[in-house]
């Protein structure tokens, strides 16, 4: 397997830097950021398209440090109904997908998005449950009318320029759990659209990952590394959870007028580093289902613990997955 970061975390960093750090952990691999919800401080997505710089040129730093560029991620809503945000991520993934294939990577990582319930609509709305006919002609129309042609048209763009897109089965969105991932990929007819294997979401959902694997198979092109305990509370409140603050000062803007709110107090689950939710024989059965679909598959680490540090979270991570990876 190809073990690397996703290098998000490490967005206050310079490329070399961040790509110096990923080689110090033992990892040998870089997904880097191409638009979405996230700035693009380490891929000069304009300057690659319009040929002001070279592919090699940018290339150079991966060369050098010994780092192998794996993948791009441009997770976002591009099926958002905001005017503002919905086209941008639309067209970042347009672009990461045209950006890929300069720079020979093969996967390109995204999220199906989320679109209105009904025509004319102004909030992304998830409906999972649809025990009630009014739940279910919504997703008759997200999935018909804005999902289906929005993927079949990307499908087709991804074939062209070869490229592999890689969708996070992430909550809130229209794909979240292998049965929709295989629902995507048989409506659109796709060839080049399956899944990035993050287990992190899964978790908390109840879906054992590896047999969300074994379930998908080749559907499987990526996968990222990142982990969710699930905590005592758990037993009184459930997996859902509403109690989600807004941030004030210095939020984080995810397209448009949207922001990243706070996580809740108490919560019932939280994403925590490698090793901190599952145990290393997990992560080895992890590790080994997604060798037997692919054994140059690049795994990712995704950074996303808020009880550790920047670096402490890195190496947290690294060091289970190398323990589980030998």
């Not at 925590?272 to 080895?284: K, P, T």
Request: hydrophobic content about 45%; glycine content about 8%; overall charge negative.
């Amino acid at each position: 397997m190809k073990l690397g970061i996703y290098t998000a975390i490490l967005h206050d960093r310079p490329l070399r830097e961040a790509l110096e750090v990923i080689k110090s952990l033992g990892l040998t691999g870089a997904e880097i950021n191409a638009g979405g919800f996230l700035a693009t401080p380490h891929l000069p997505v304009e300057e690659l398209l319009s040929g002001t710089l070279a592919p090699e040129d940018y290339l150079k730093v991966f060369s050098e440090t010994g780092v192998e560029l794996t993948g791009l991620n441009v997770n976002g809503n591009p099926l958002d109904p905001d005017p503002v945000a919905g086209p941008k991520h639309a067209a970042d993934l347009r672009r990461a997908i045209k950006v890929a294939e300069l720079l020979g990577v093969r996967r390109v990582v995204t999220m199906s998005g989320l679109p209105a319930a009904e025509p004319g609509g102004t909030t992304p709305a998830w409906n999972v449950n649809p025990w009630h006919s009014a739940y279910l002609d919504s997703l008759e129309y997200q999935w018909d009318t804005v999902a289906v042609p929005f993927w079949r048209e990307i499908e087709a763009l991804a074939a062209e320029h070869g490229v592999k897109v890689c969708i996070e089965m992430h909550p809130h969105n229209l794909v979240f759990n292998p049965a929709t991932l295989k629902r995507l990929v048989e409506r659109t007819g796709a060839t080049h659209i399956g899944a990035e294997m993050d287990p992190s979401h899964l978790f908390w959902q109840g879906i054992d990952p590896v047999a969300a694997i074994e379930d998908l198979g080749p559907l499987v092109f990526h996968a990222a590394a990142k982990d969710t305990r699930i905590n005592e509370r758990c037993r009184v409140n459930g997996v859902l959870d509403d109690r989600f603050t807004r941030v004030t000062e210095n939020p984080l803007g995810l397209g448009g007028h949207w922001t990243l709110n706070a996580w809740p107090a108490g919560s019932s689950w939280d994403f925590v580093a490698v090793g901190r939710g599952h145990d290393e024989a997990f992560w080895r059965g992890f590790l080994d289902a997604l060798r037997k679909v692919d054994p140059d598959m690049a795994v990712n680490i995704e950074h996303e613990d808020m009880e550790l540090g920047q670096l402490e979270g890195l190496e947290v991570a690294a060091r289970t997955l190398r323990a589980a990876n030998s």
